[in-house]
């Protein structure tokens, strides 16, 4: 049995995705064995986490009303890639290969869960097109949700603007962040229409 405070601390890593009890148990330890810096600098991030917002314009993460990507004038605002998390974001920007702008879903349609299209940042997708946006690239992740999602959105879409899916680069069932730059610049450079029919 381990003292109150140090099964609190367990219990707290334990809420992060994938962590079972025997890696909580570990990171707990690994903490208790921090210099005071490190724990303290550990603590302002923690704090820190009510001062990450979300953009106004994409939805994804950032401090202040805009991201960087969004305030980024040399950005080409005219092709938008649609992607489901900020997480995404990071990965494709990682590739070098886009100097779009970006739109964070933050999350699929799920119907089976309760995950509709309203429960999505898609109105402010919508709201974004206009004559200068020359193309939007889904780029979701090839999963049947993330399929679901980008039929959804094509259809919804192709009477305003061209639609294109990231080529077949990455796997059925494949994860956007677990896949490699070659990968994702070939998904990219062949991507393709995005197809309306199930």
């Known amino acids: ?43 302002k991030s923690i704090h820190q986490i009510p001062e990450i917002g979300i953009c106004r314009i994409c939805g994804n993460i950032c401090e202040g009303e805009l991201c960087e990507i969004c305030r980024n004038s040399n950005r080409n605002s005219s092709t938008i890639c649609v992607v489901q998390t900020s997480k995404d974001v990071q990965v494709l920007e990682q590739t070098g290969i886009f100097h779009g702008v970006y739109h964070v879903l933050n999350g699929t349609i799920n119907t089976s869960k309760g995950i509709m299209p309203d429960d ?22 090839p999963t049947v949700d993330g399929e679901t999602t980008a039929l959804y959105l094509t259809r919804l879409l192709k009477d305003k603007v061209k639609v294109t899916r990231l080529a077949n680069g990455i796997p059925m069932g494949g994860r956007l962040d677990y896949a490699d730059t070659r990968t994702l610049q070939r998904a990219f450079t062949g991507r393709t229409a995005a197809d309306t029919t199930e």
């Open 120 to 141: 999505l940042n898609i109105n402010s997708l919508l709201n974004r097109i206009n004559e200068k946006t020359n193309e939007v690239i889904l780029a979701t992740e």
């Open 1 to 43: 049995m381990y003292p109150a405070k140090f099964e609190n601390l367990i219990a707290s890593f334990r809420r992060l995705p994938g962590v079972g009890q025997k890696t909580a148990e570990r990171f707990a330890y690994e903490a208790l064995s921090w210099d005071p810096e490190i724990r303290m600098e550990f603590e």
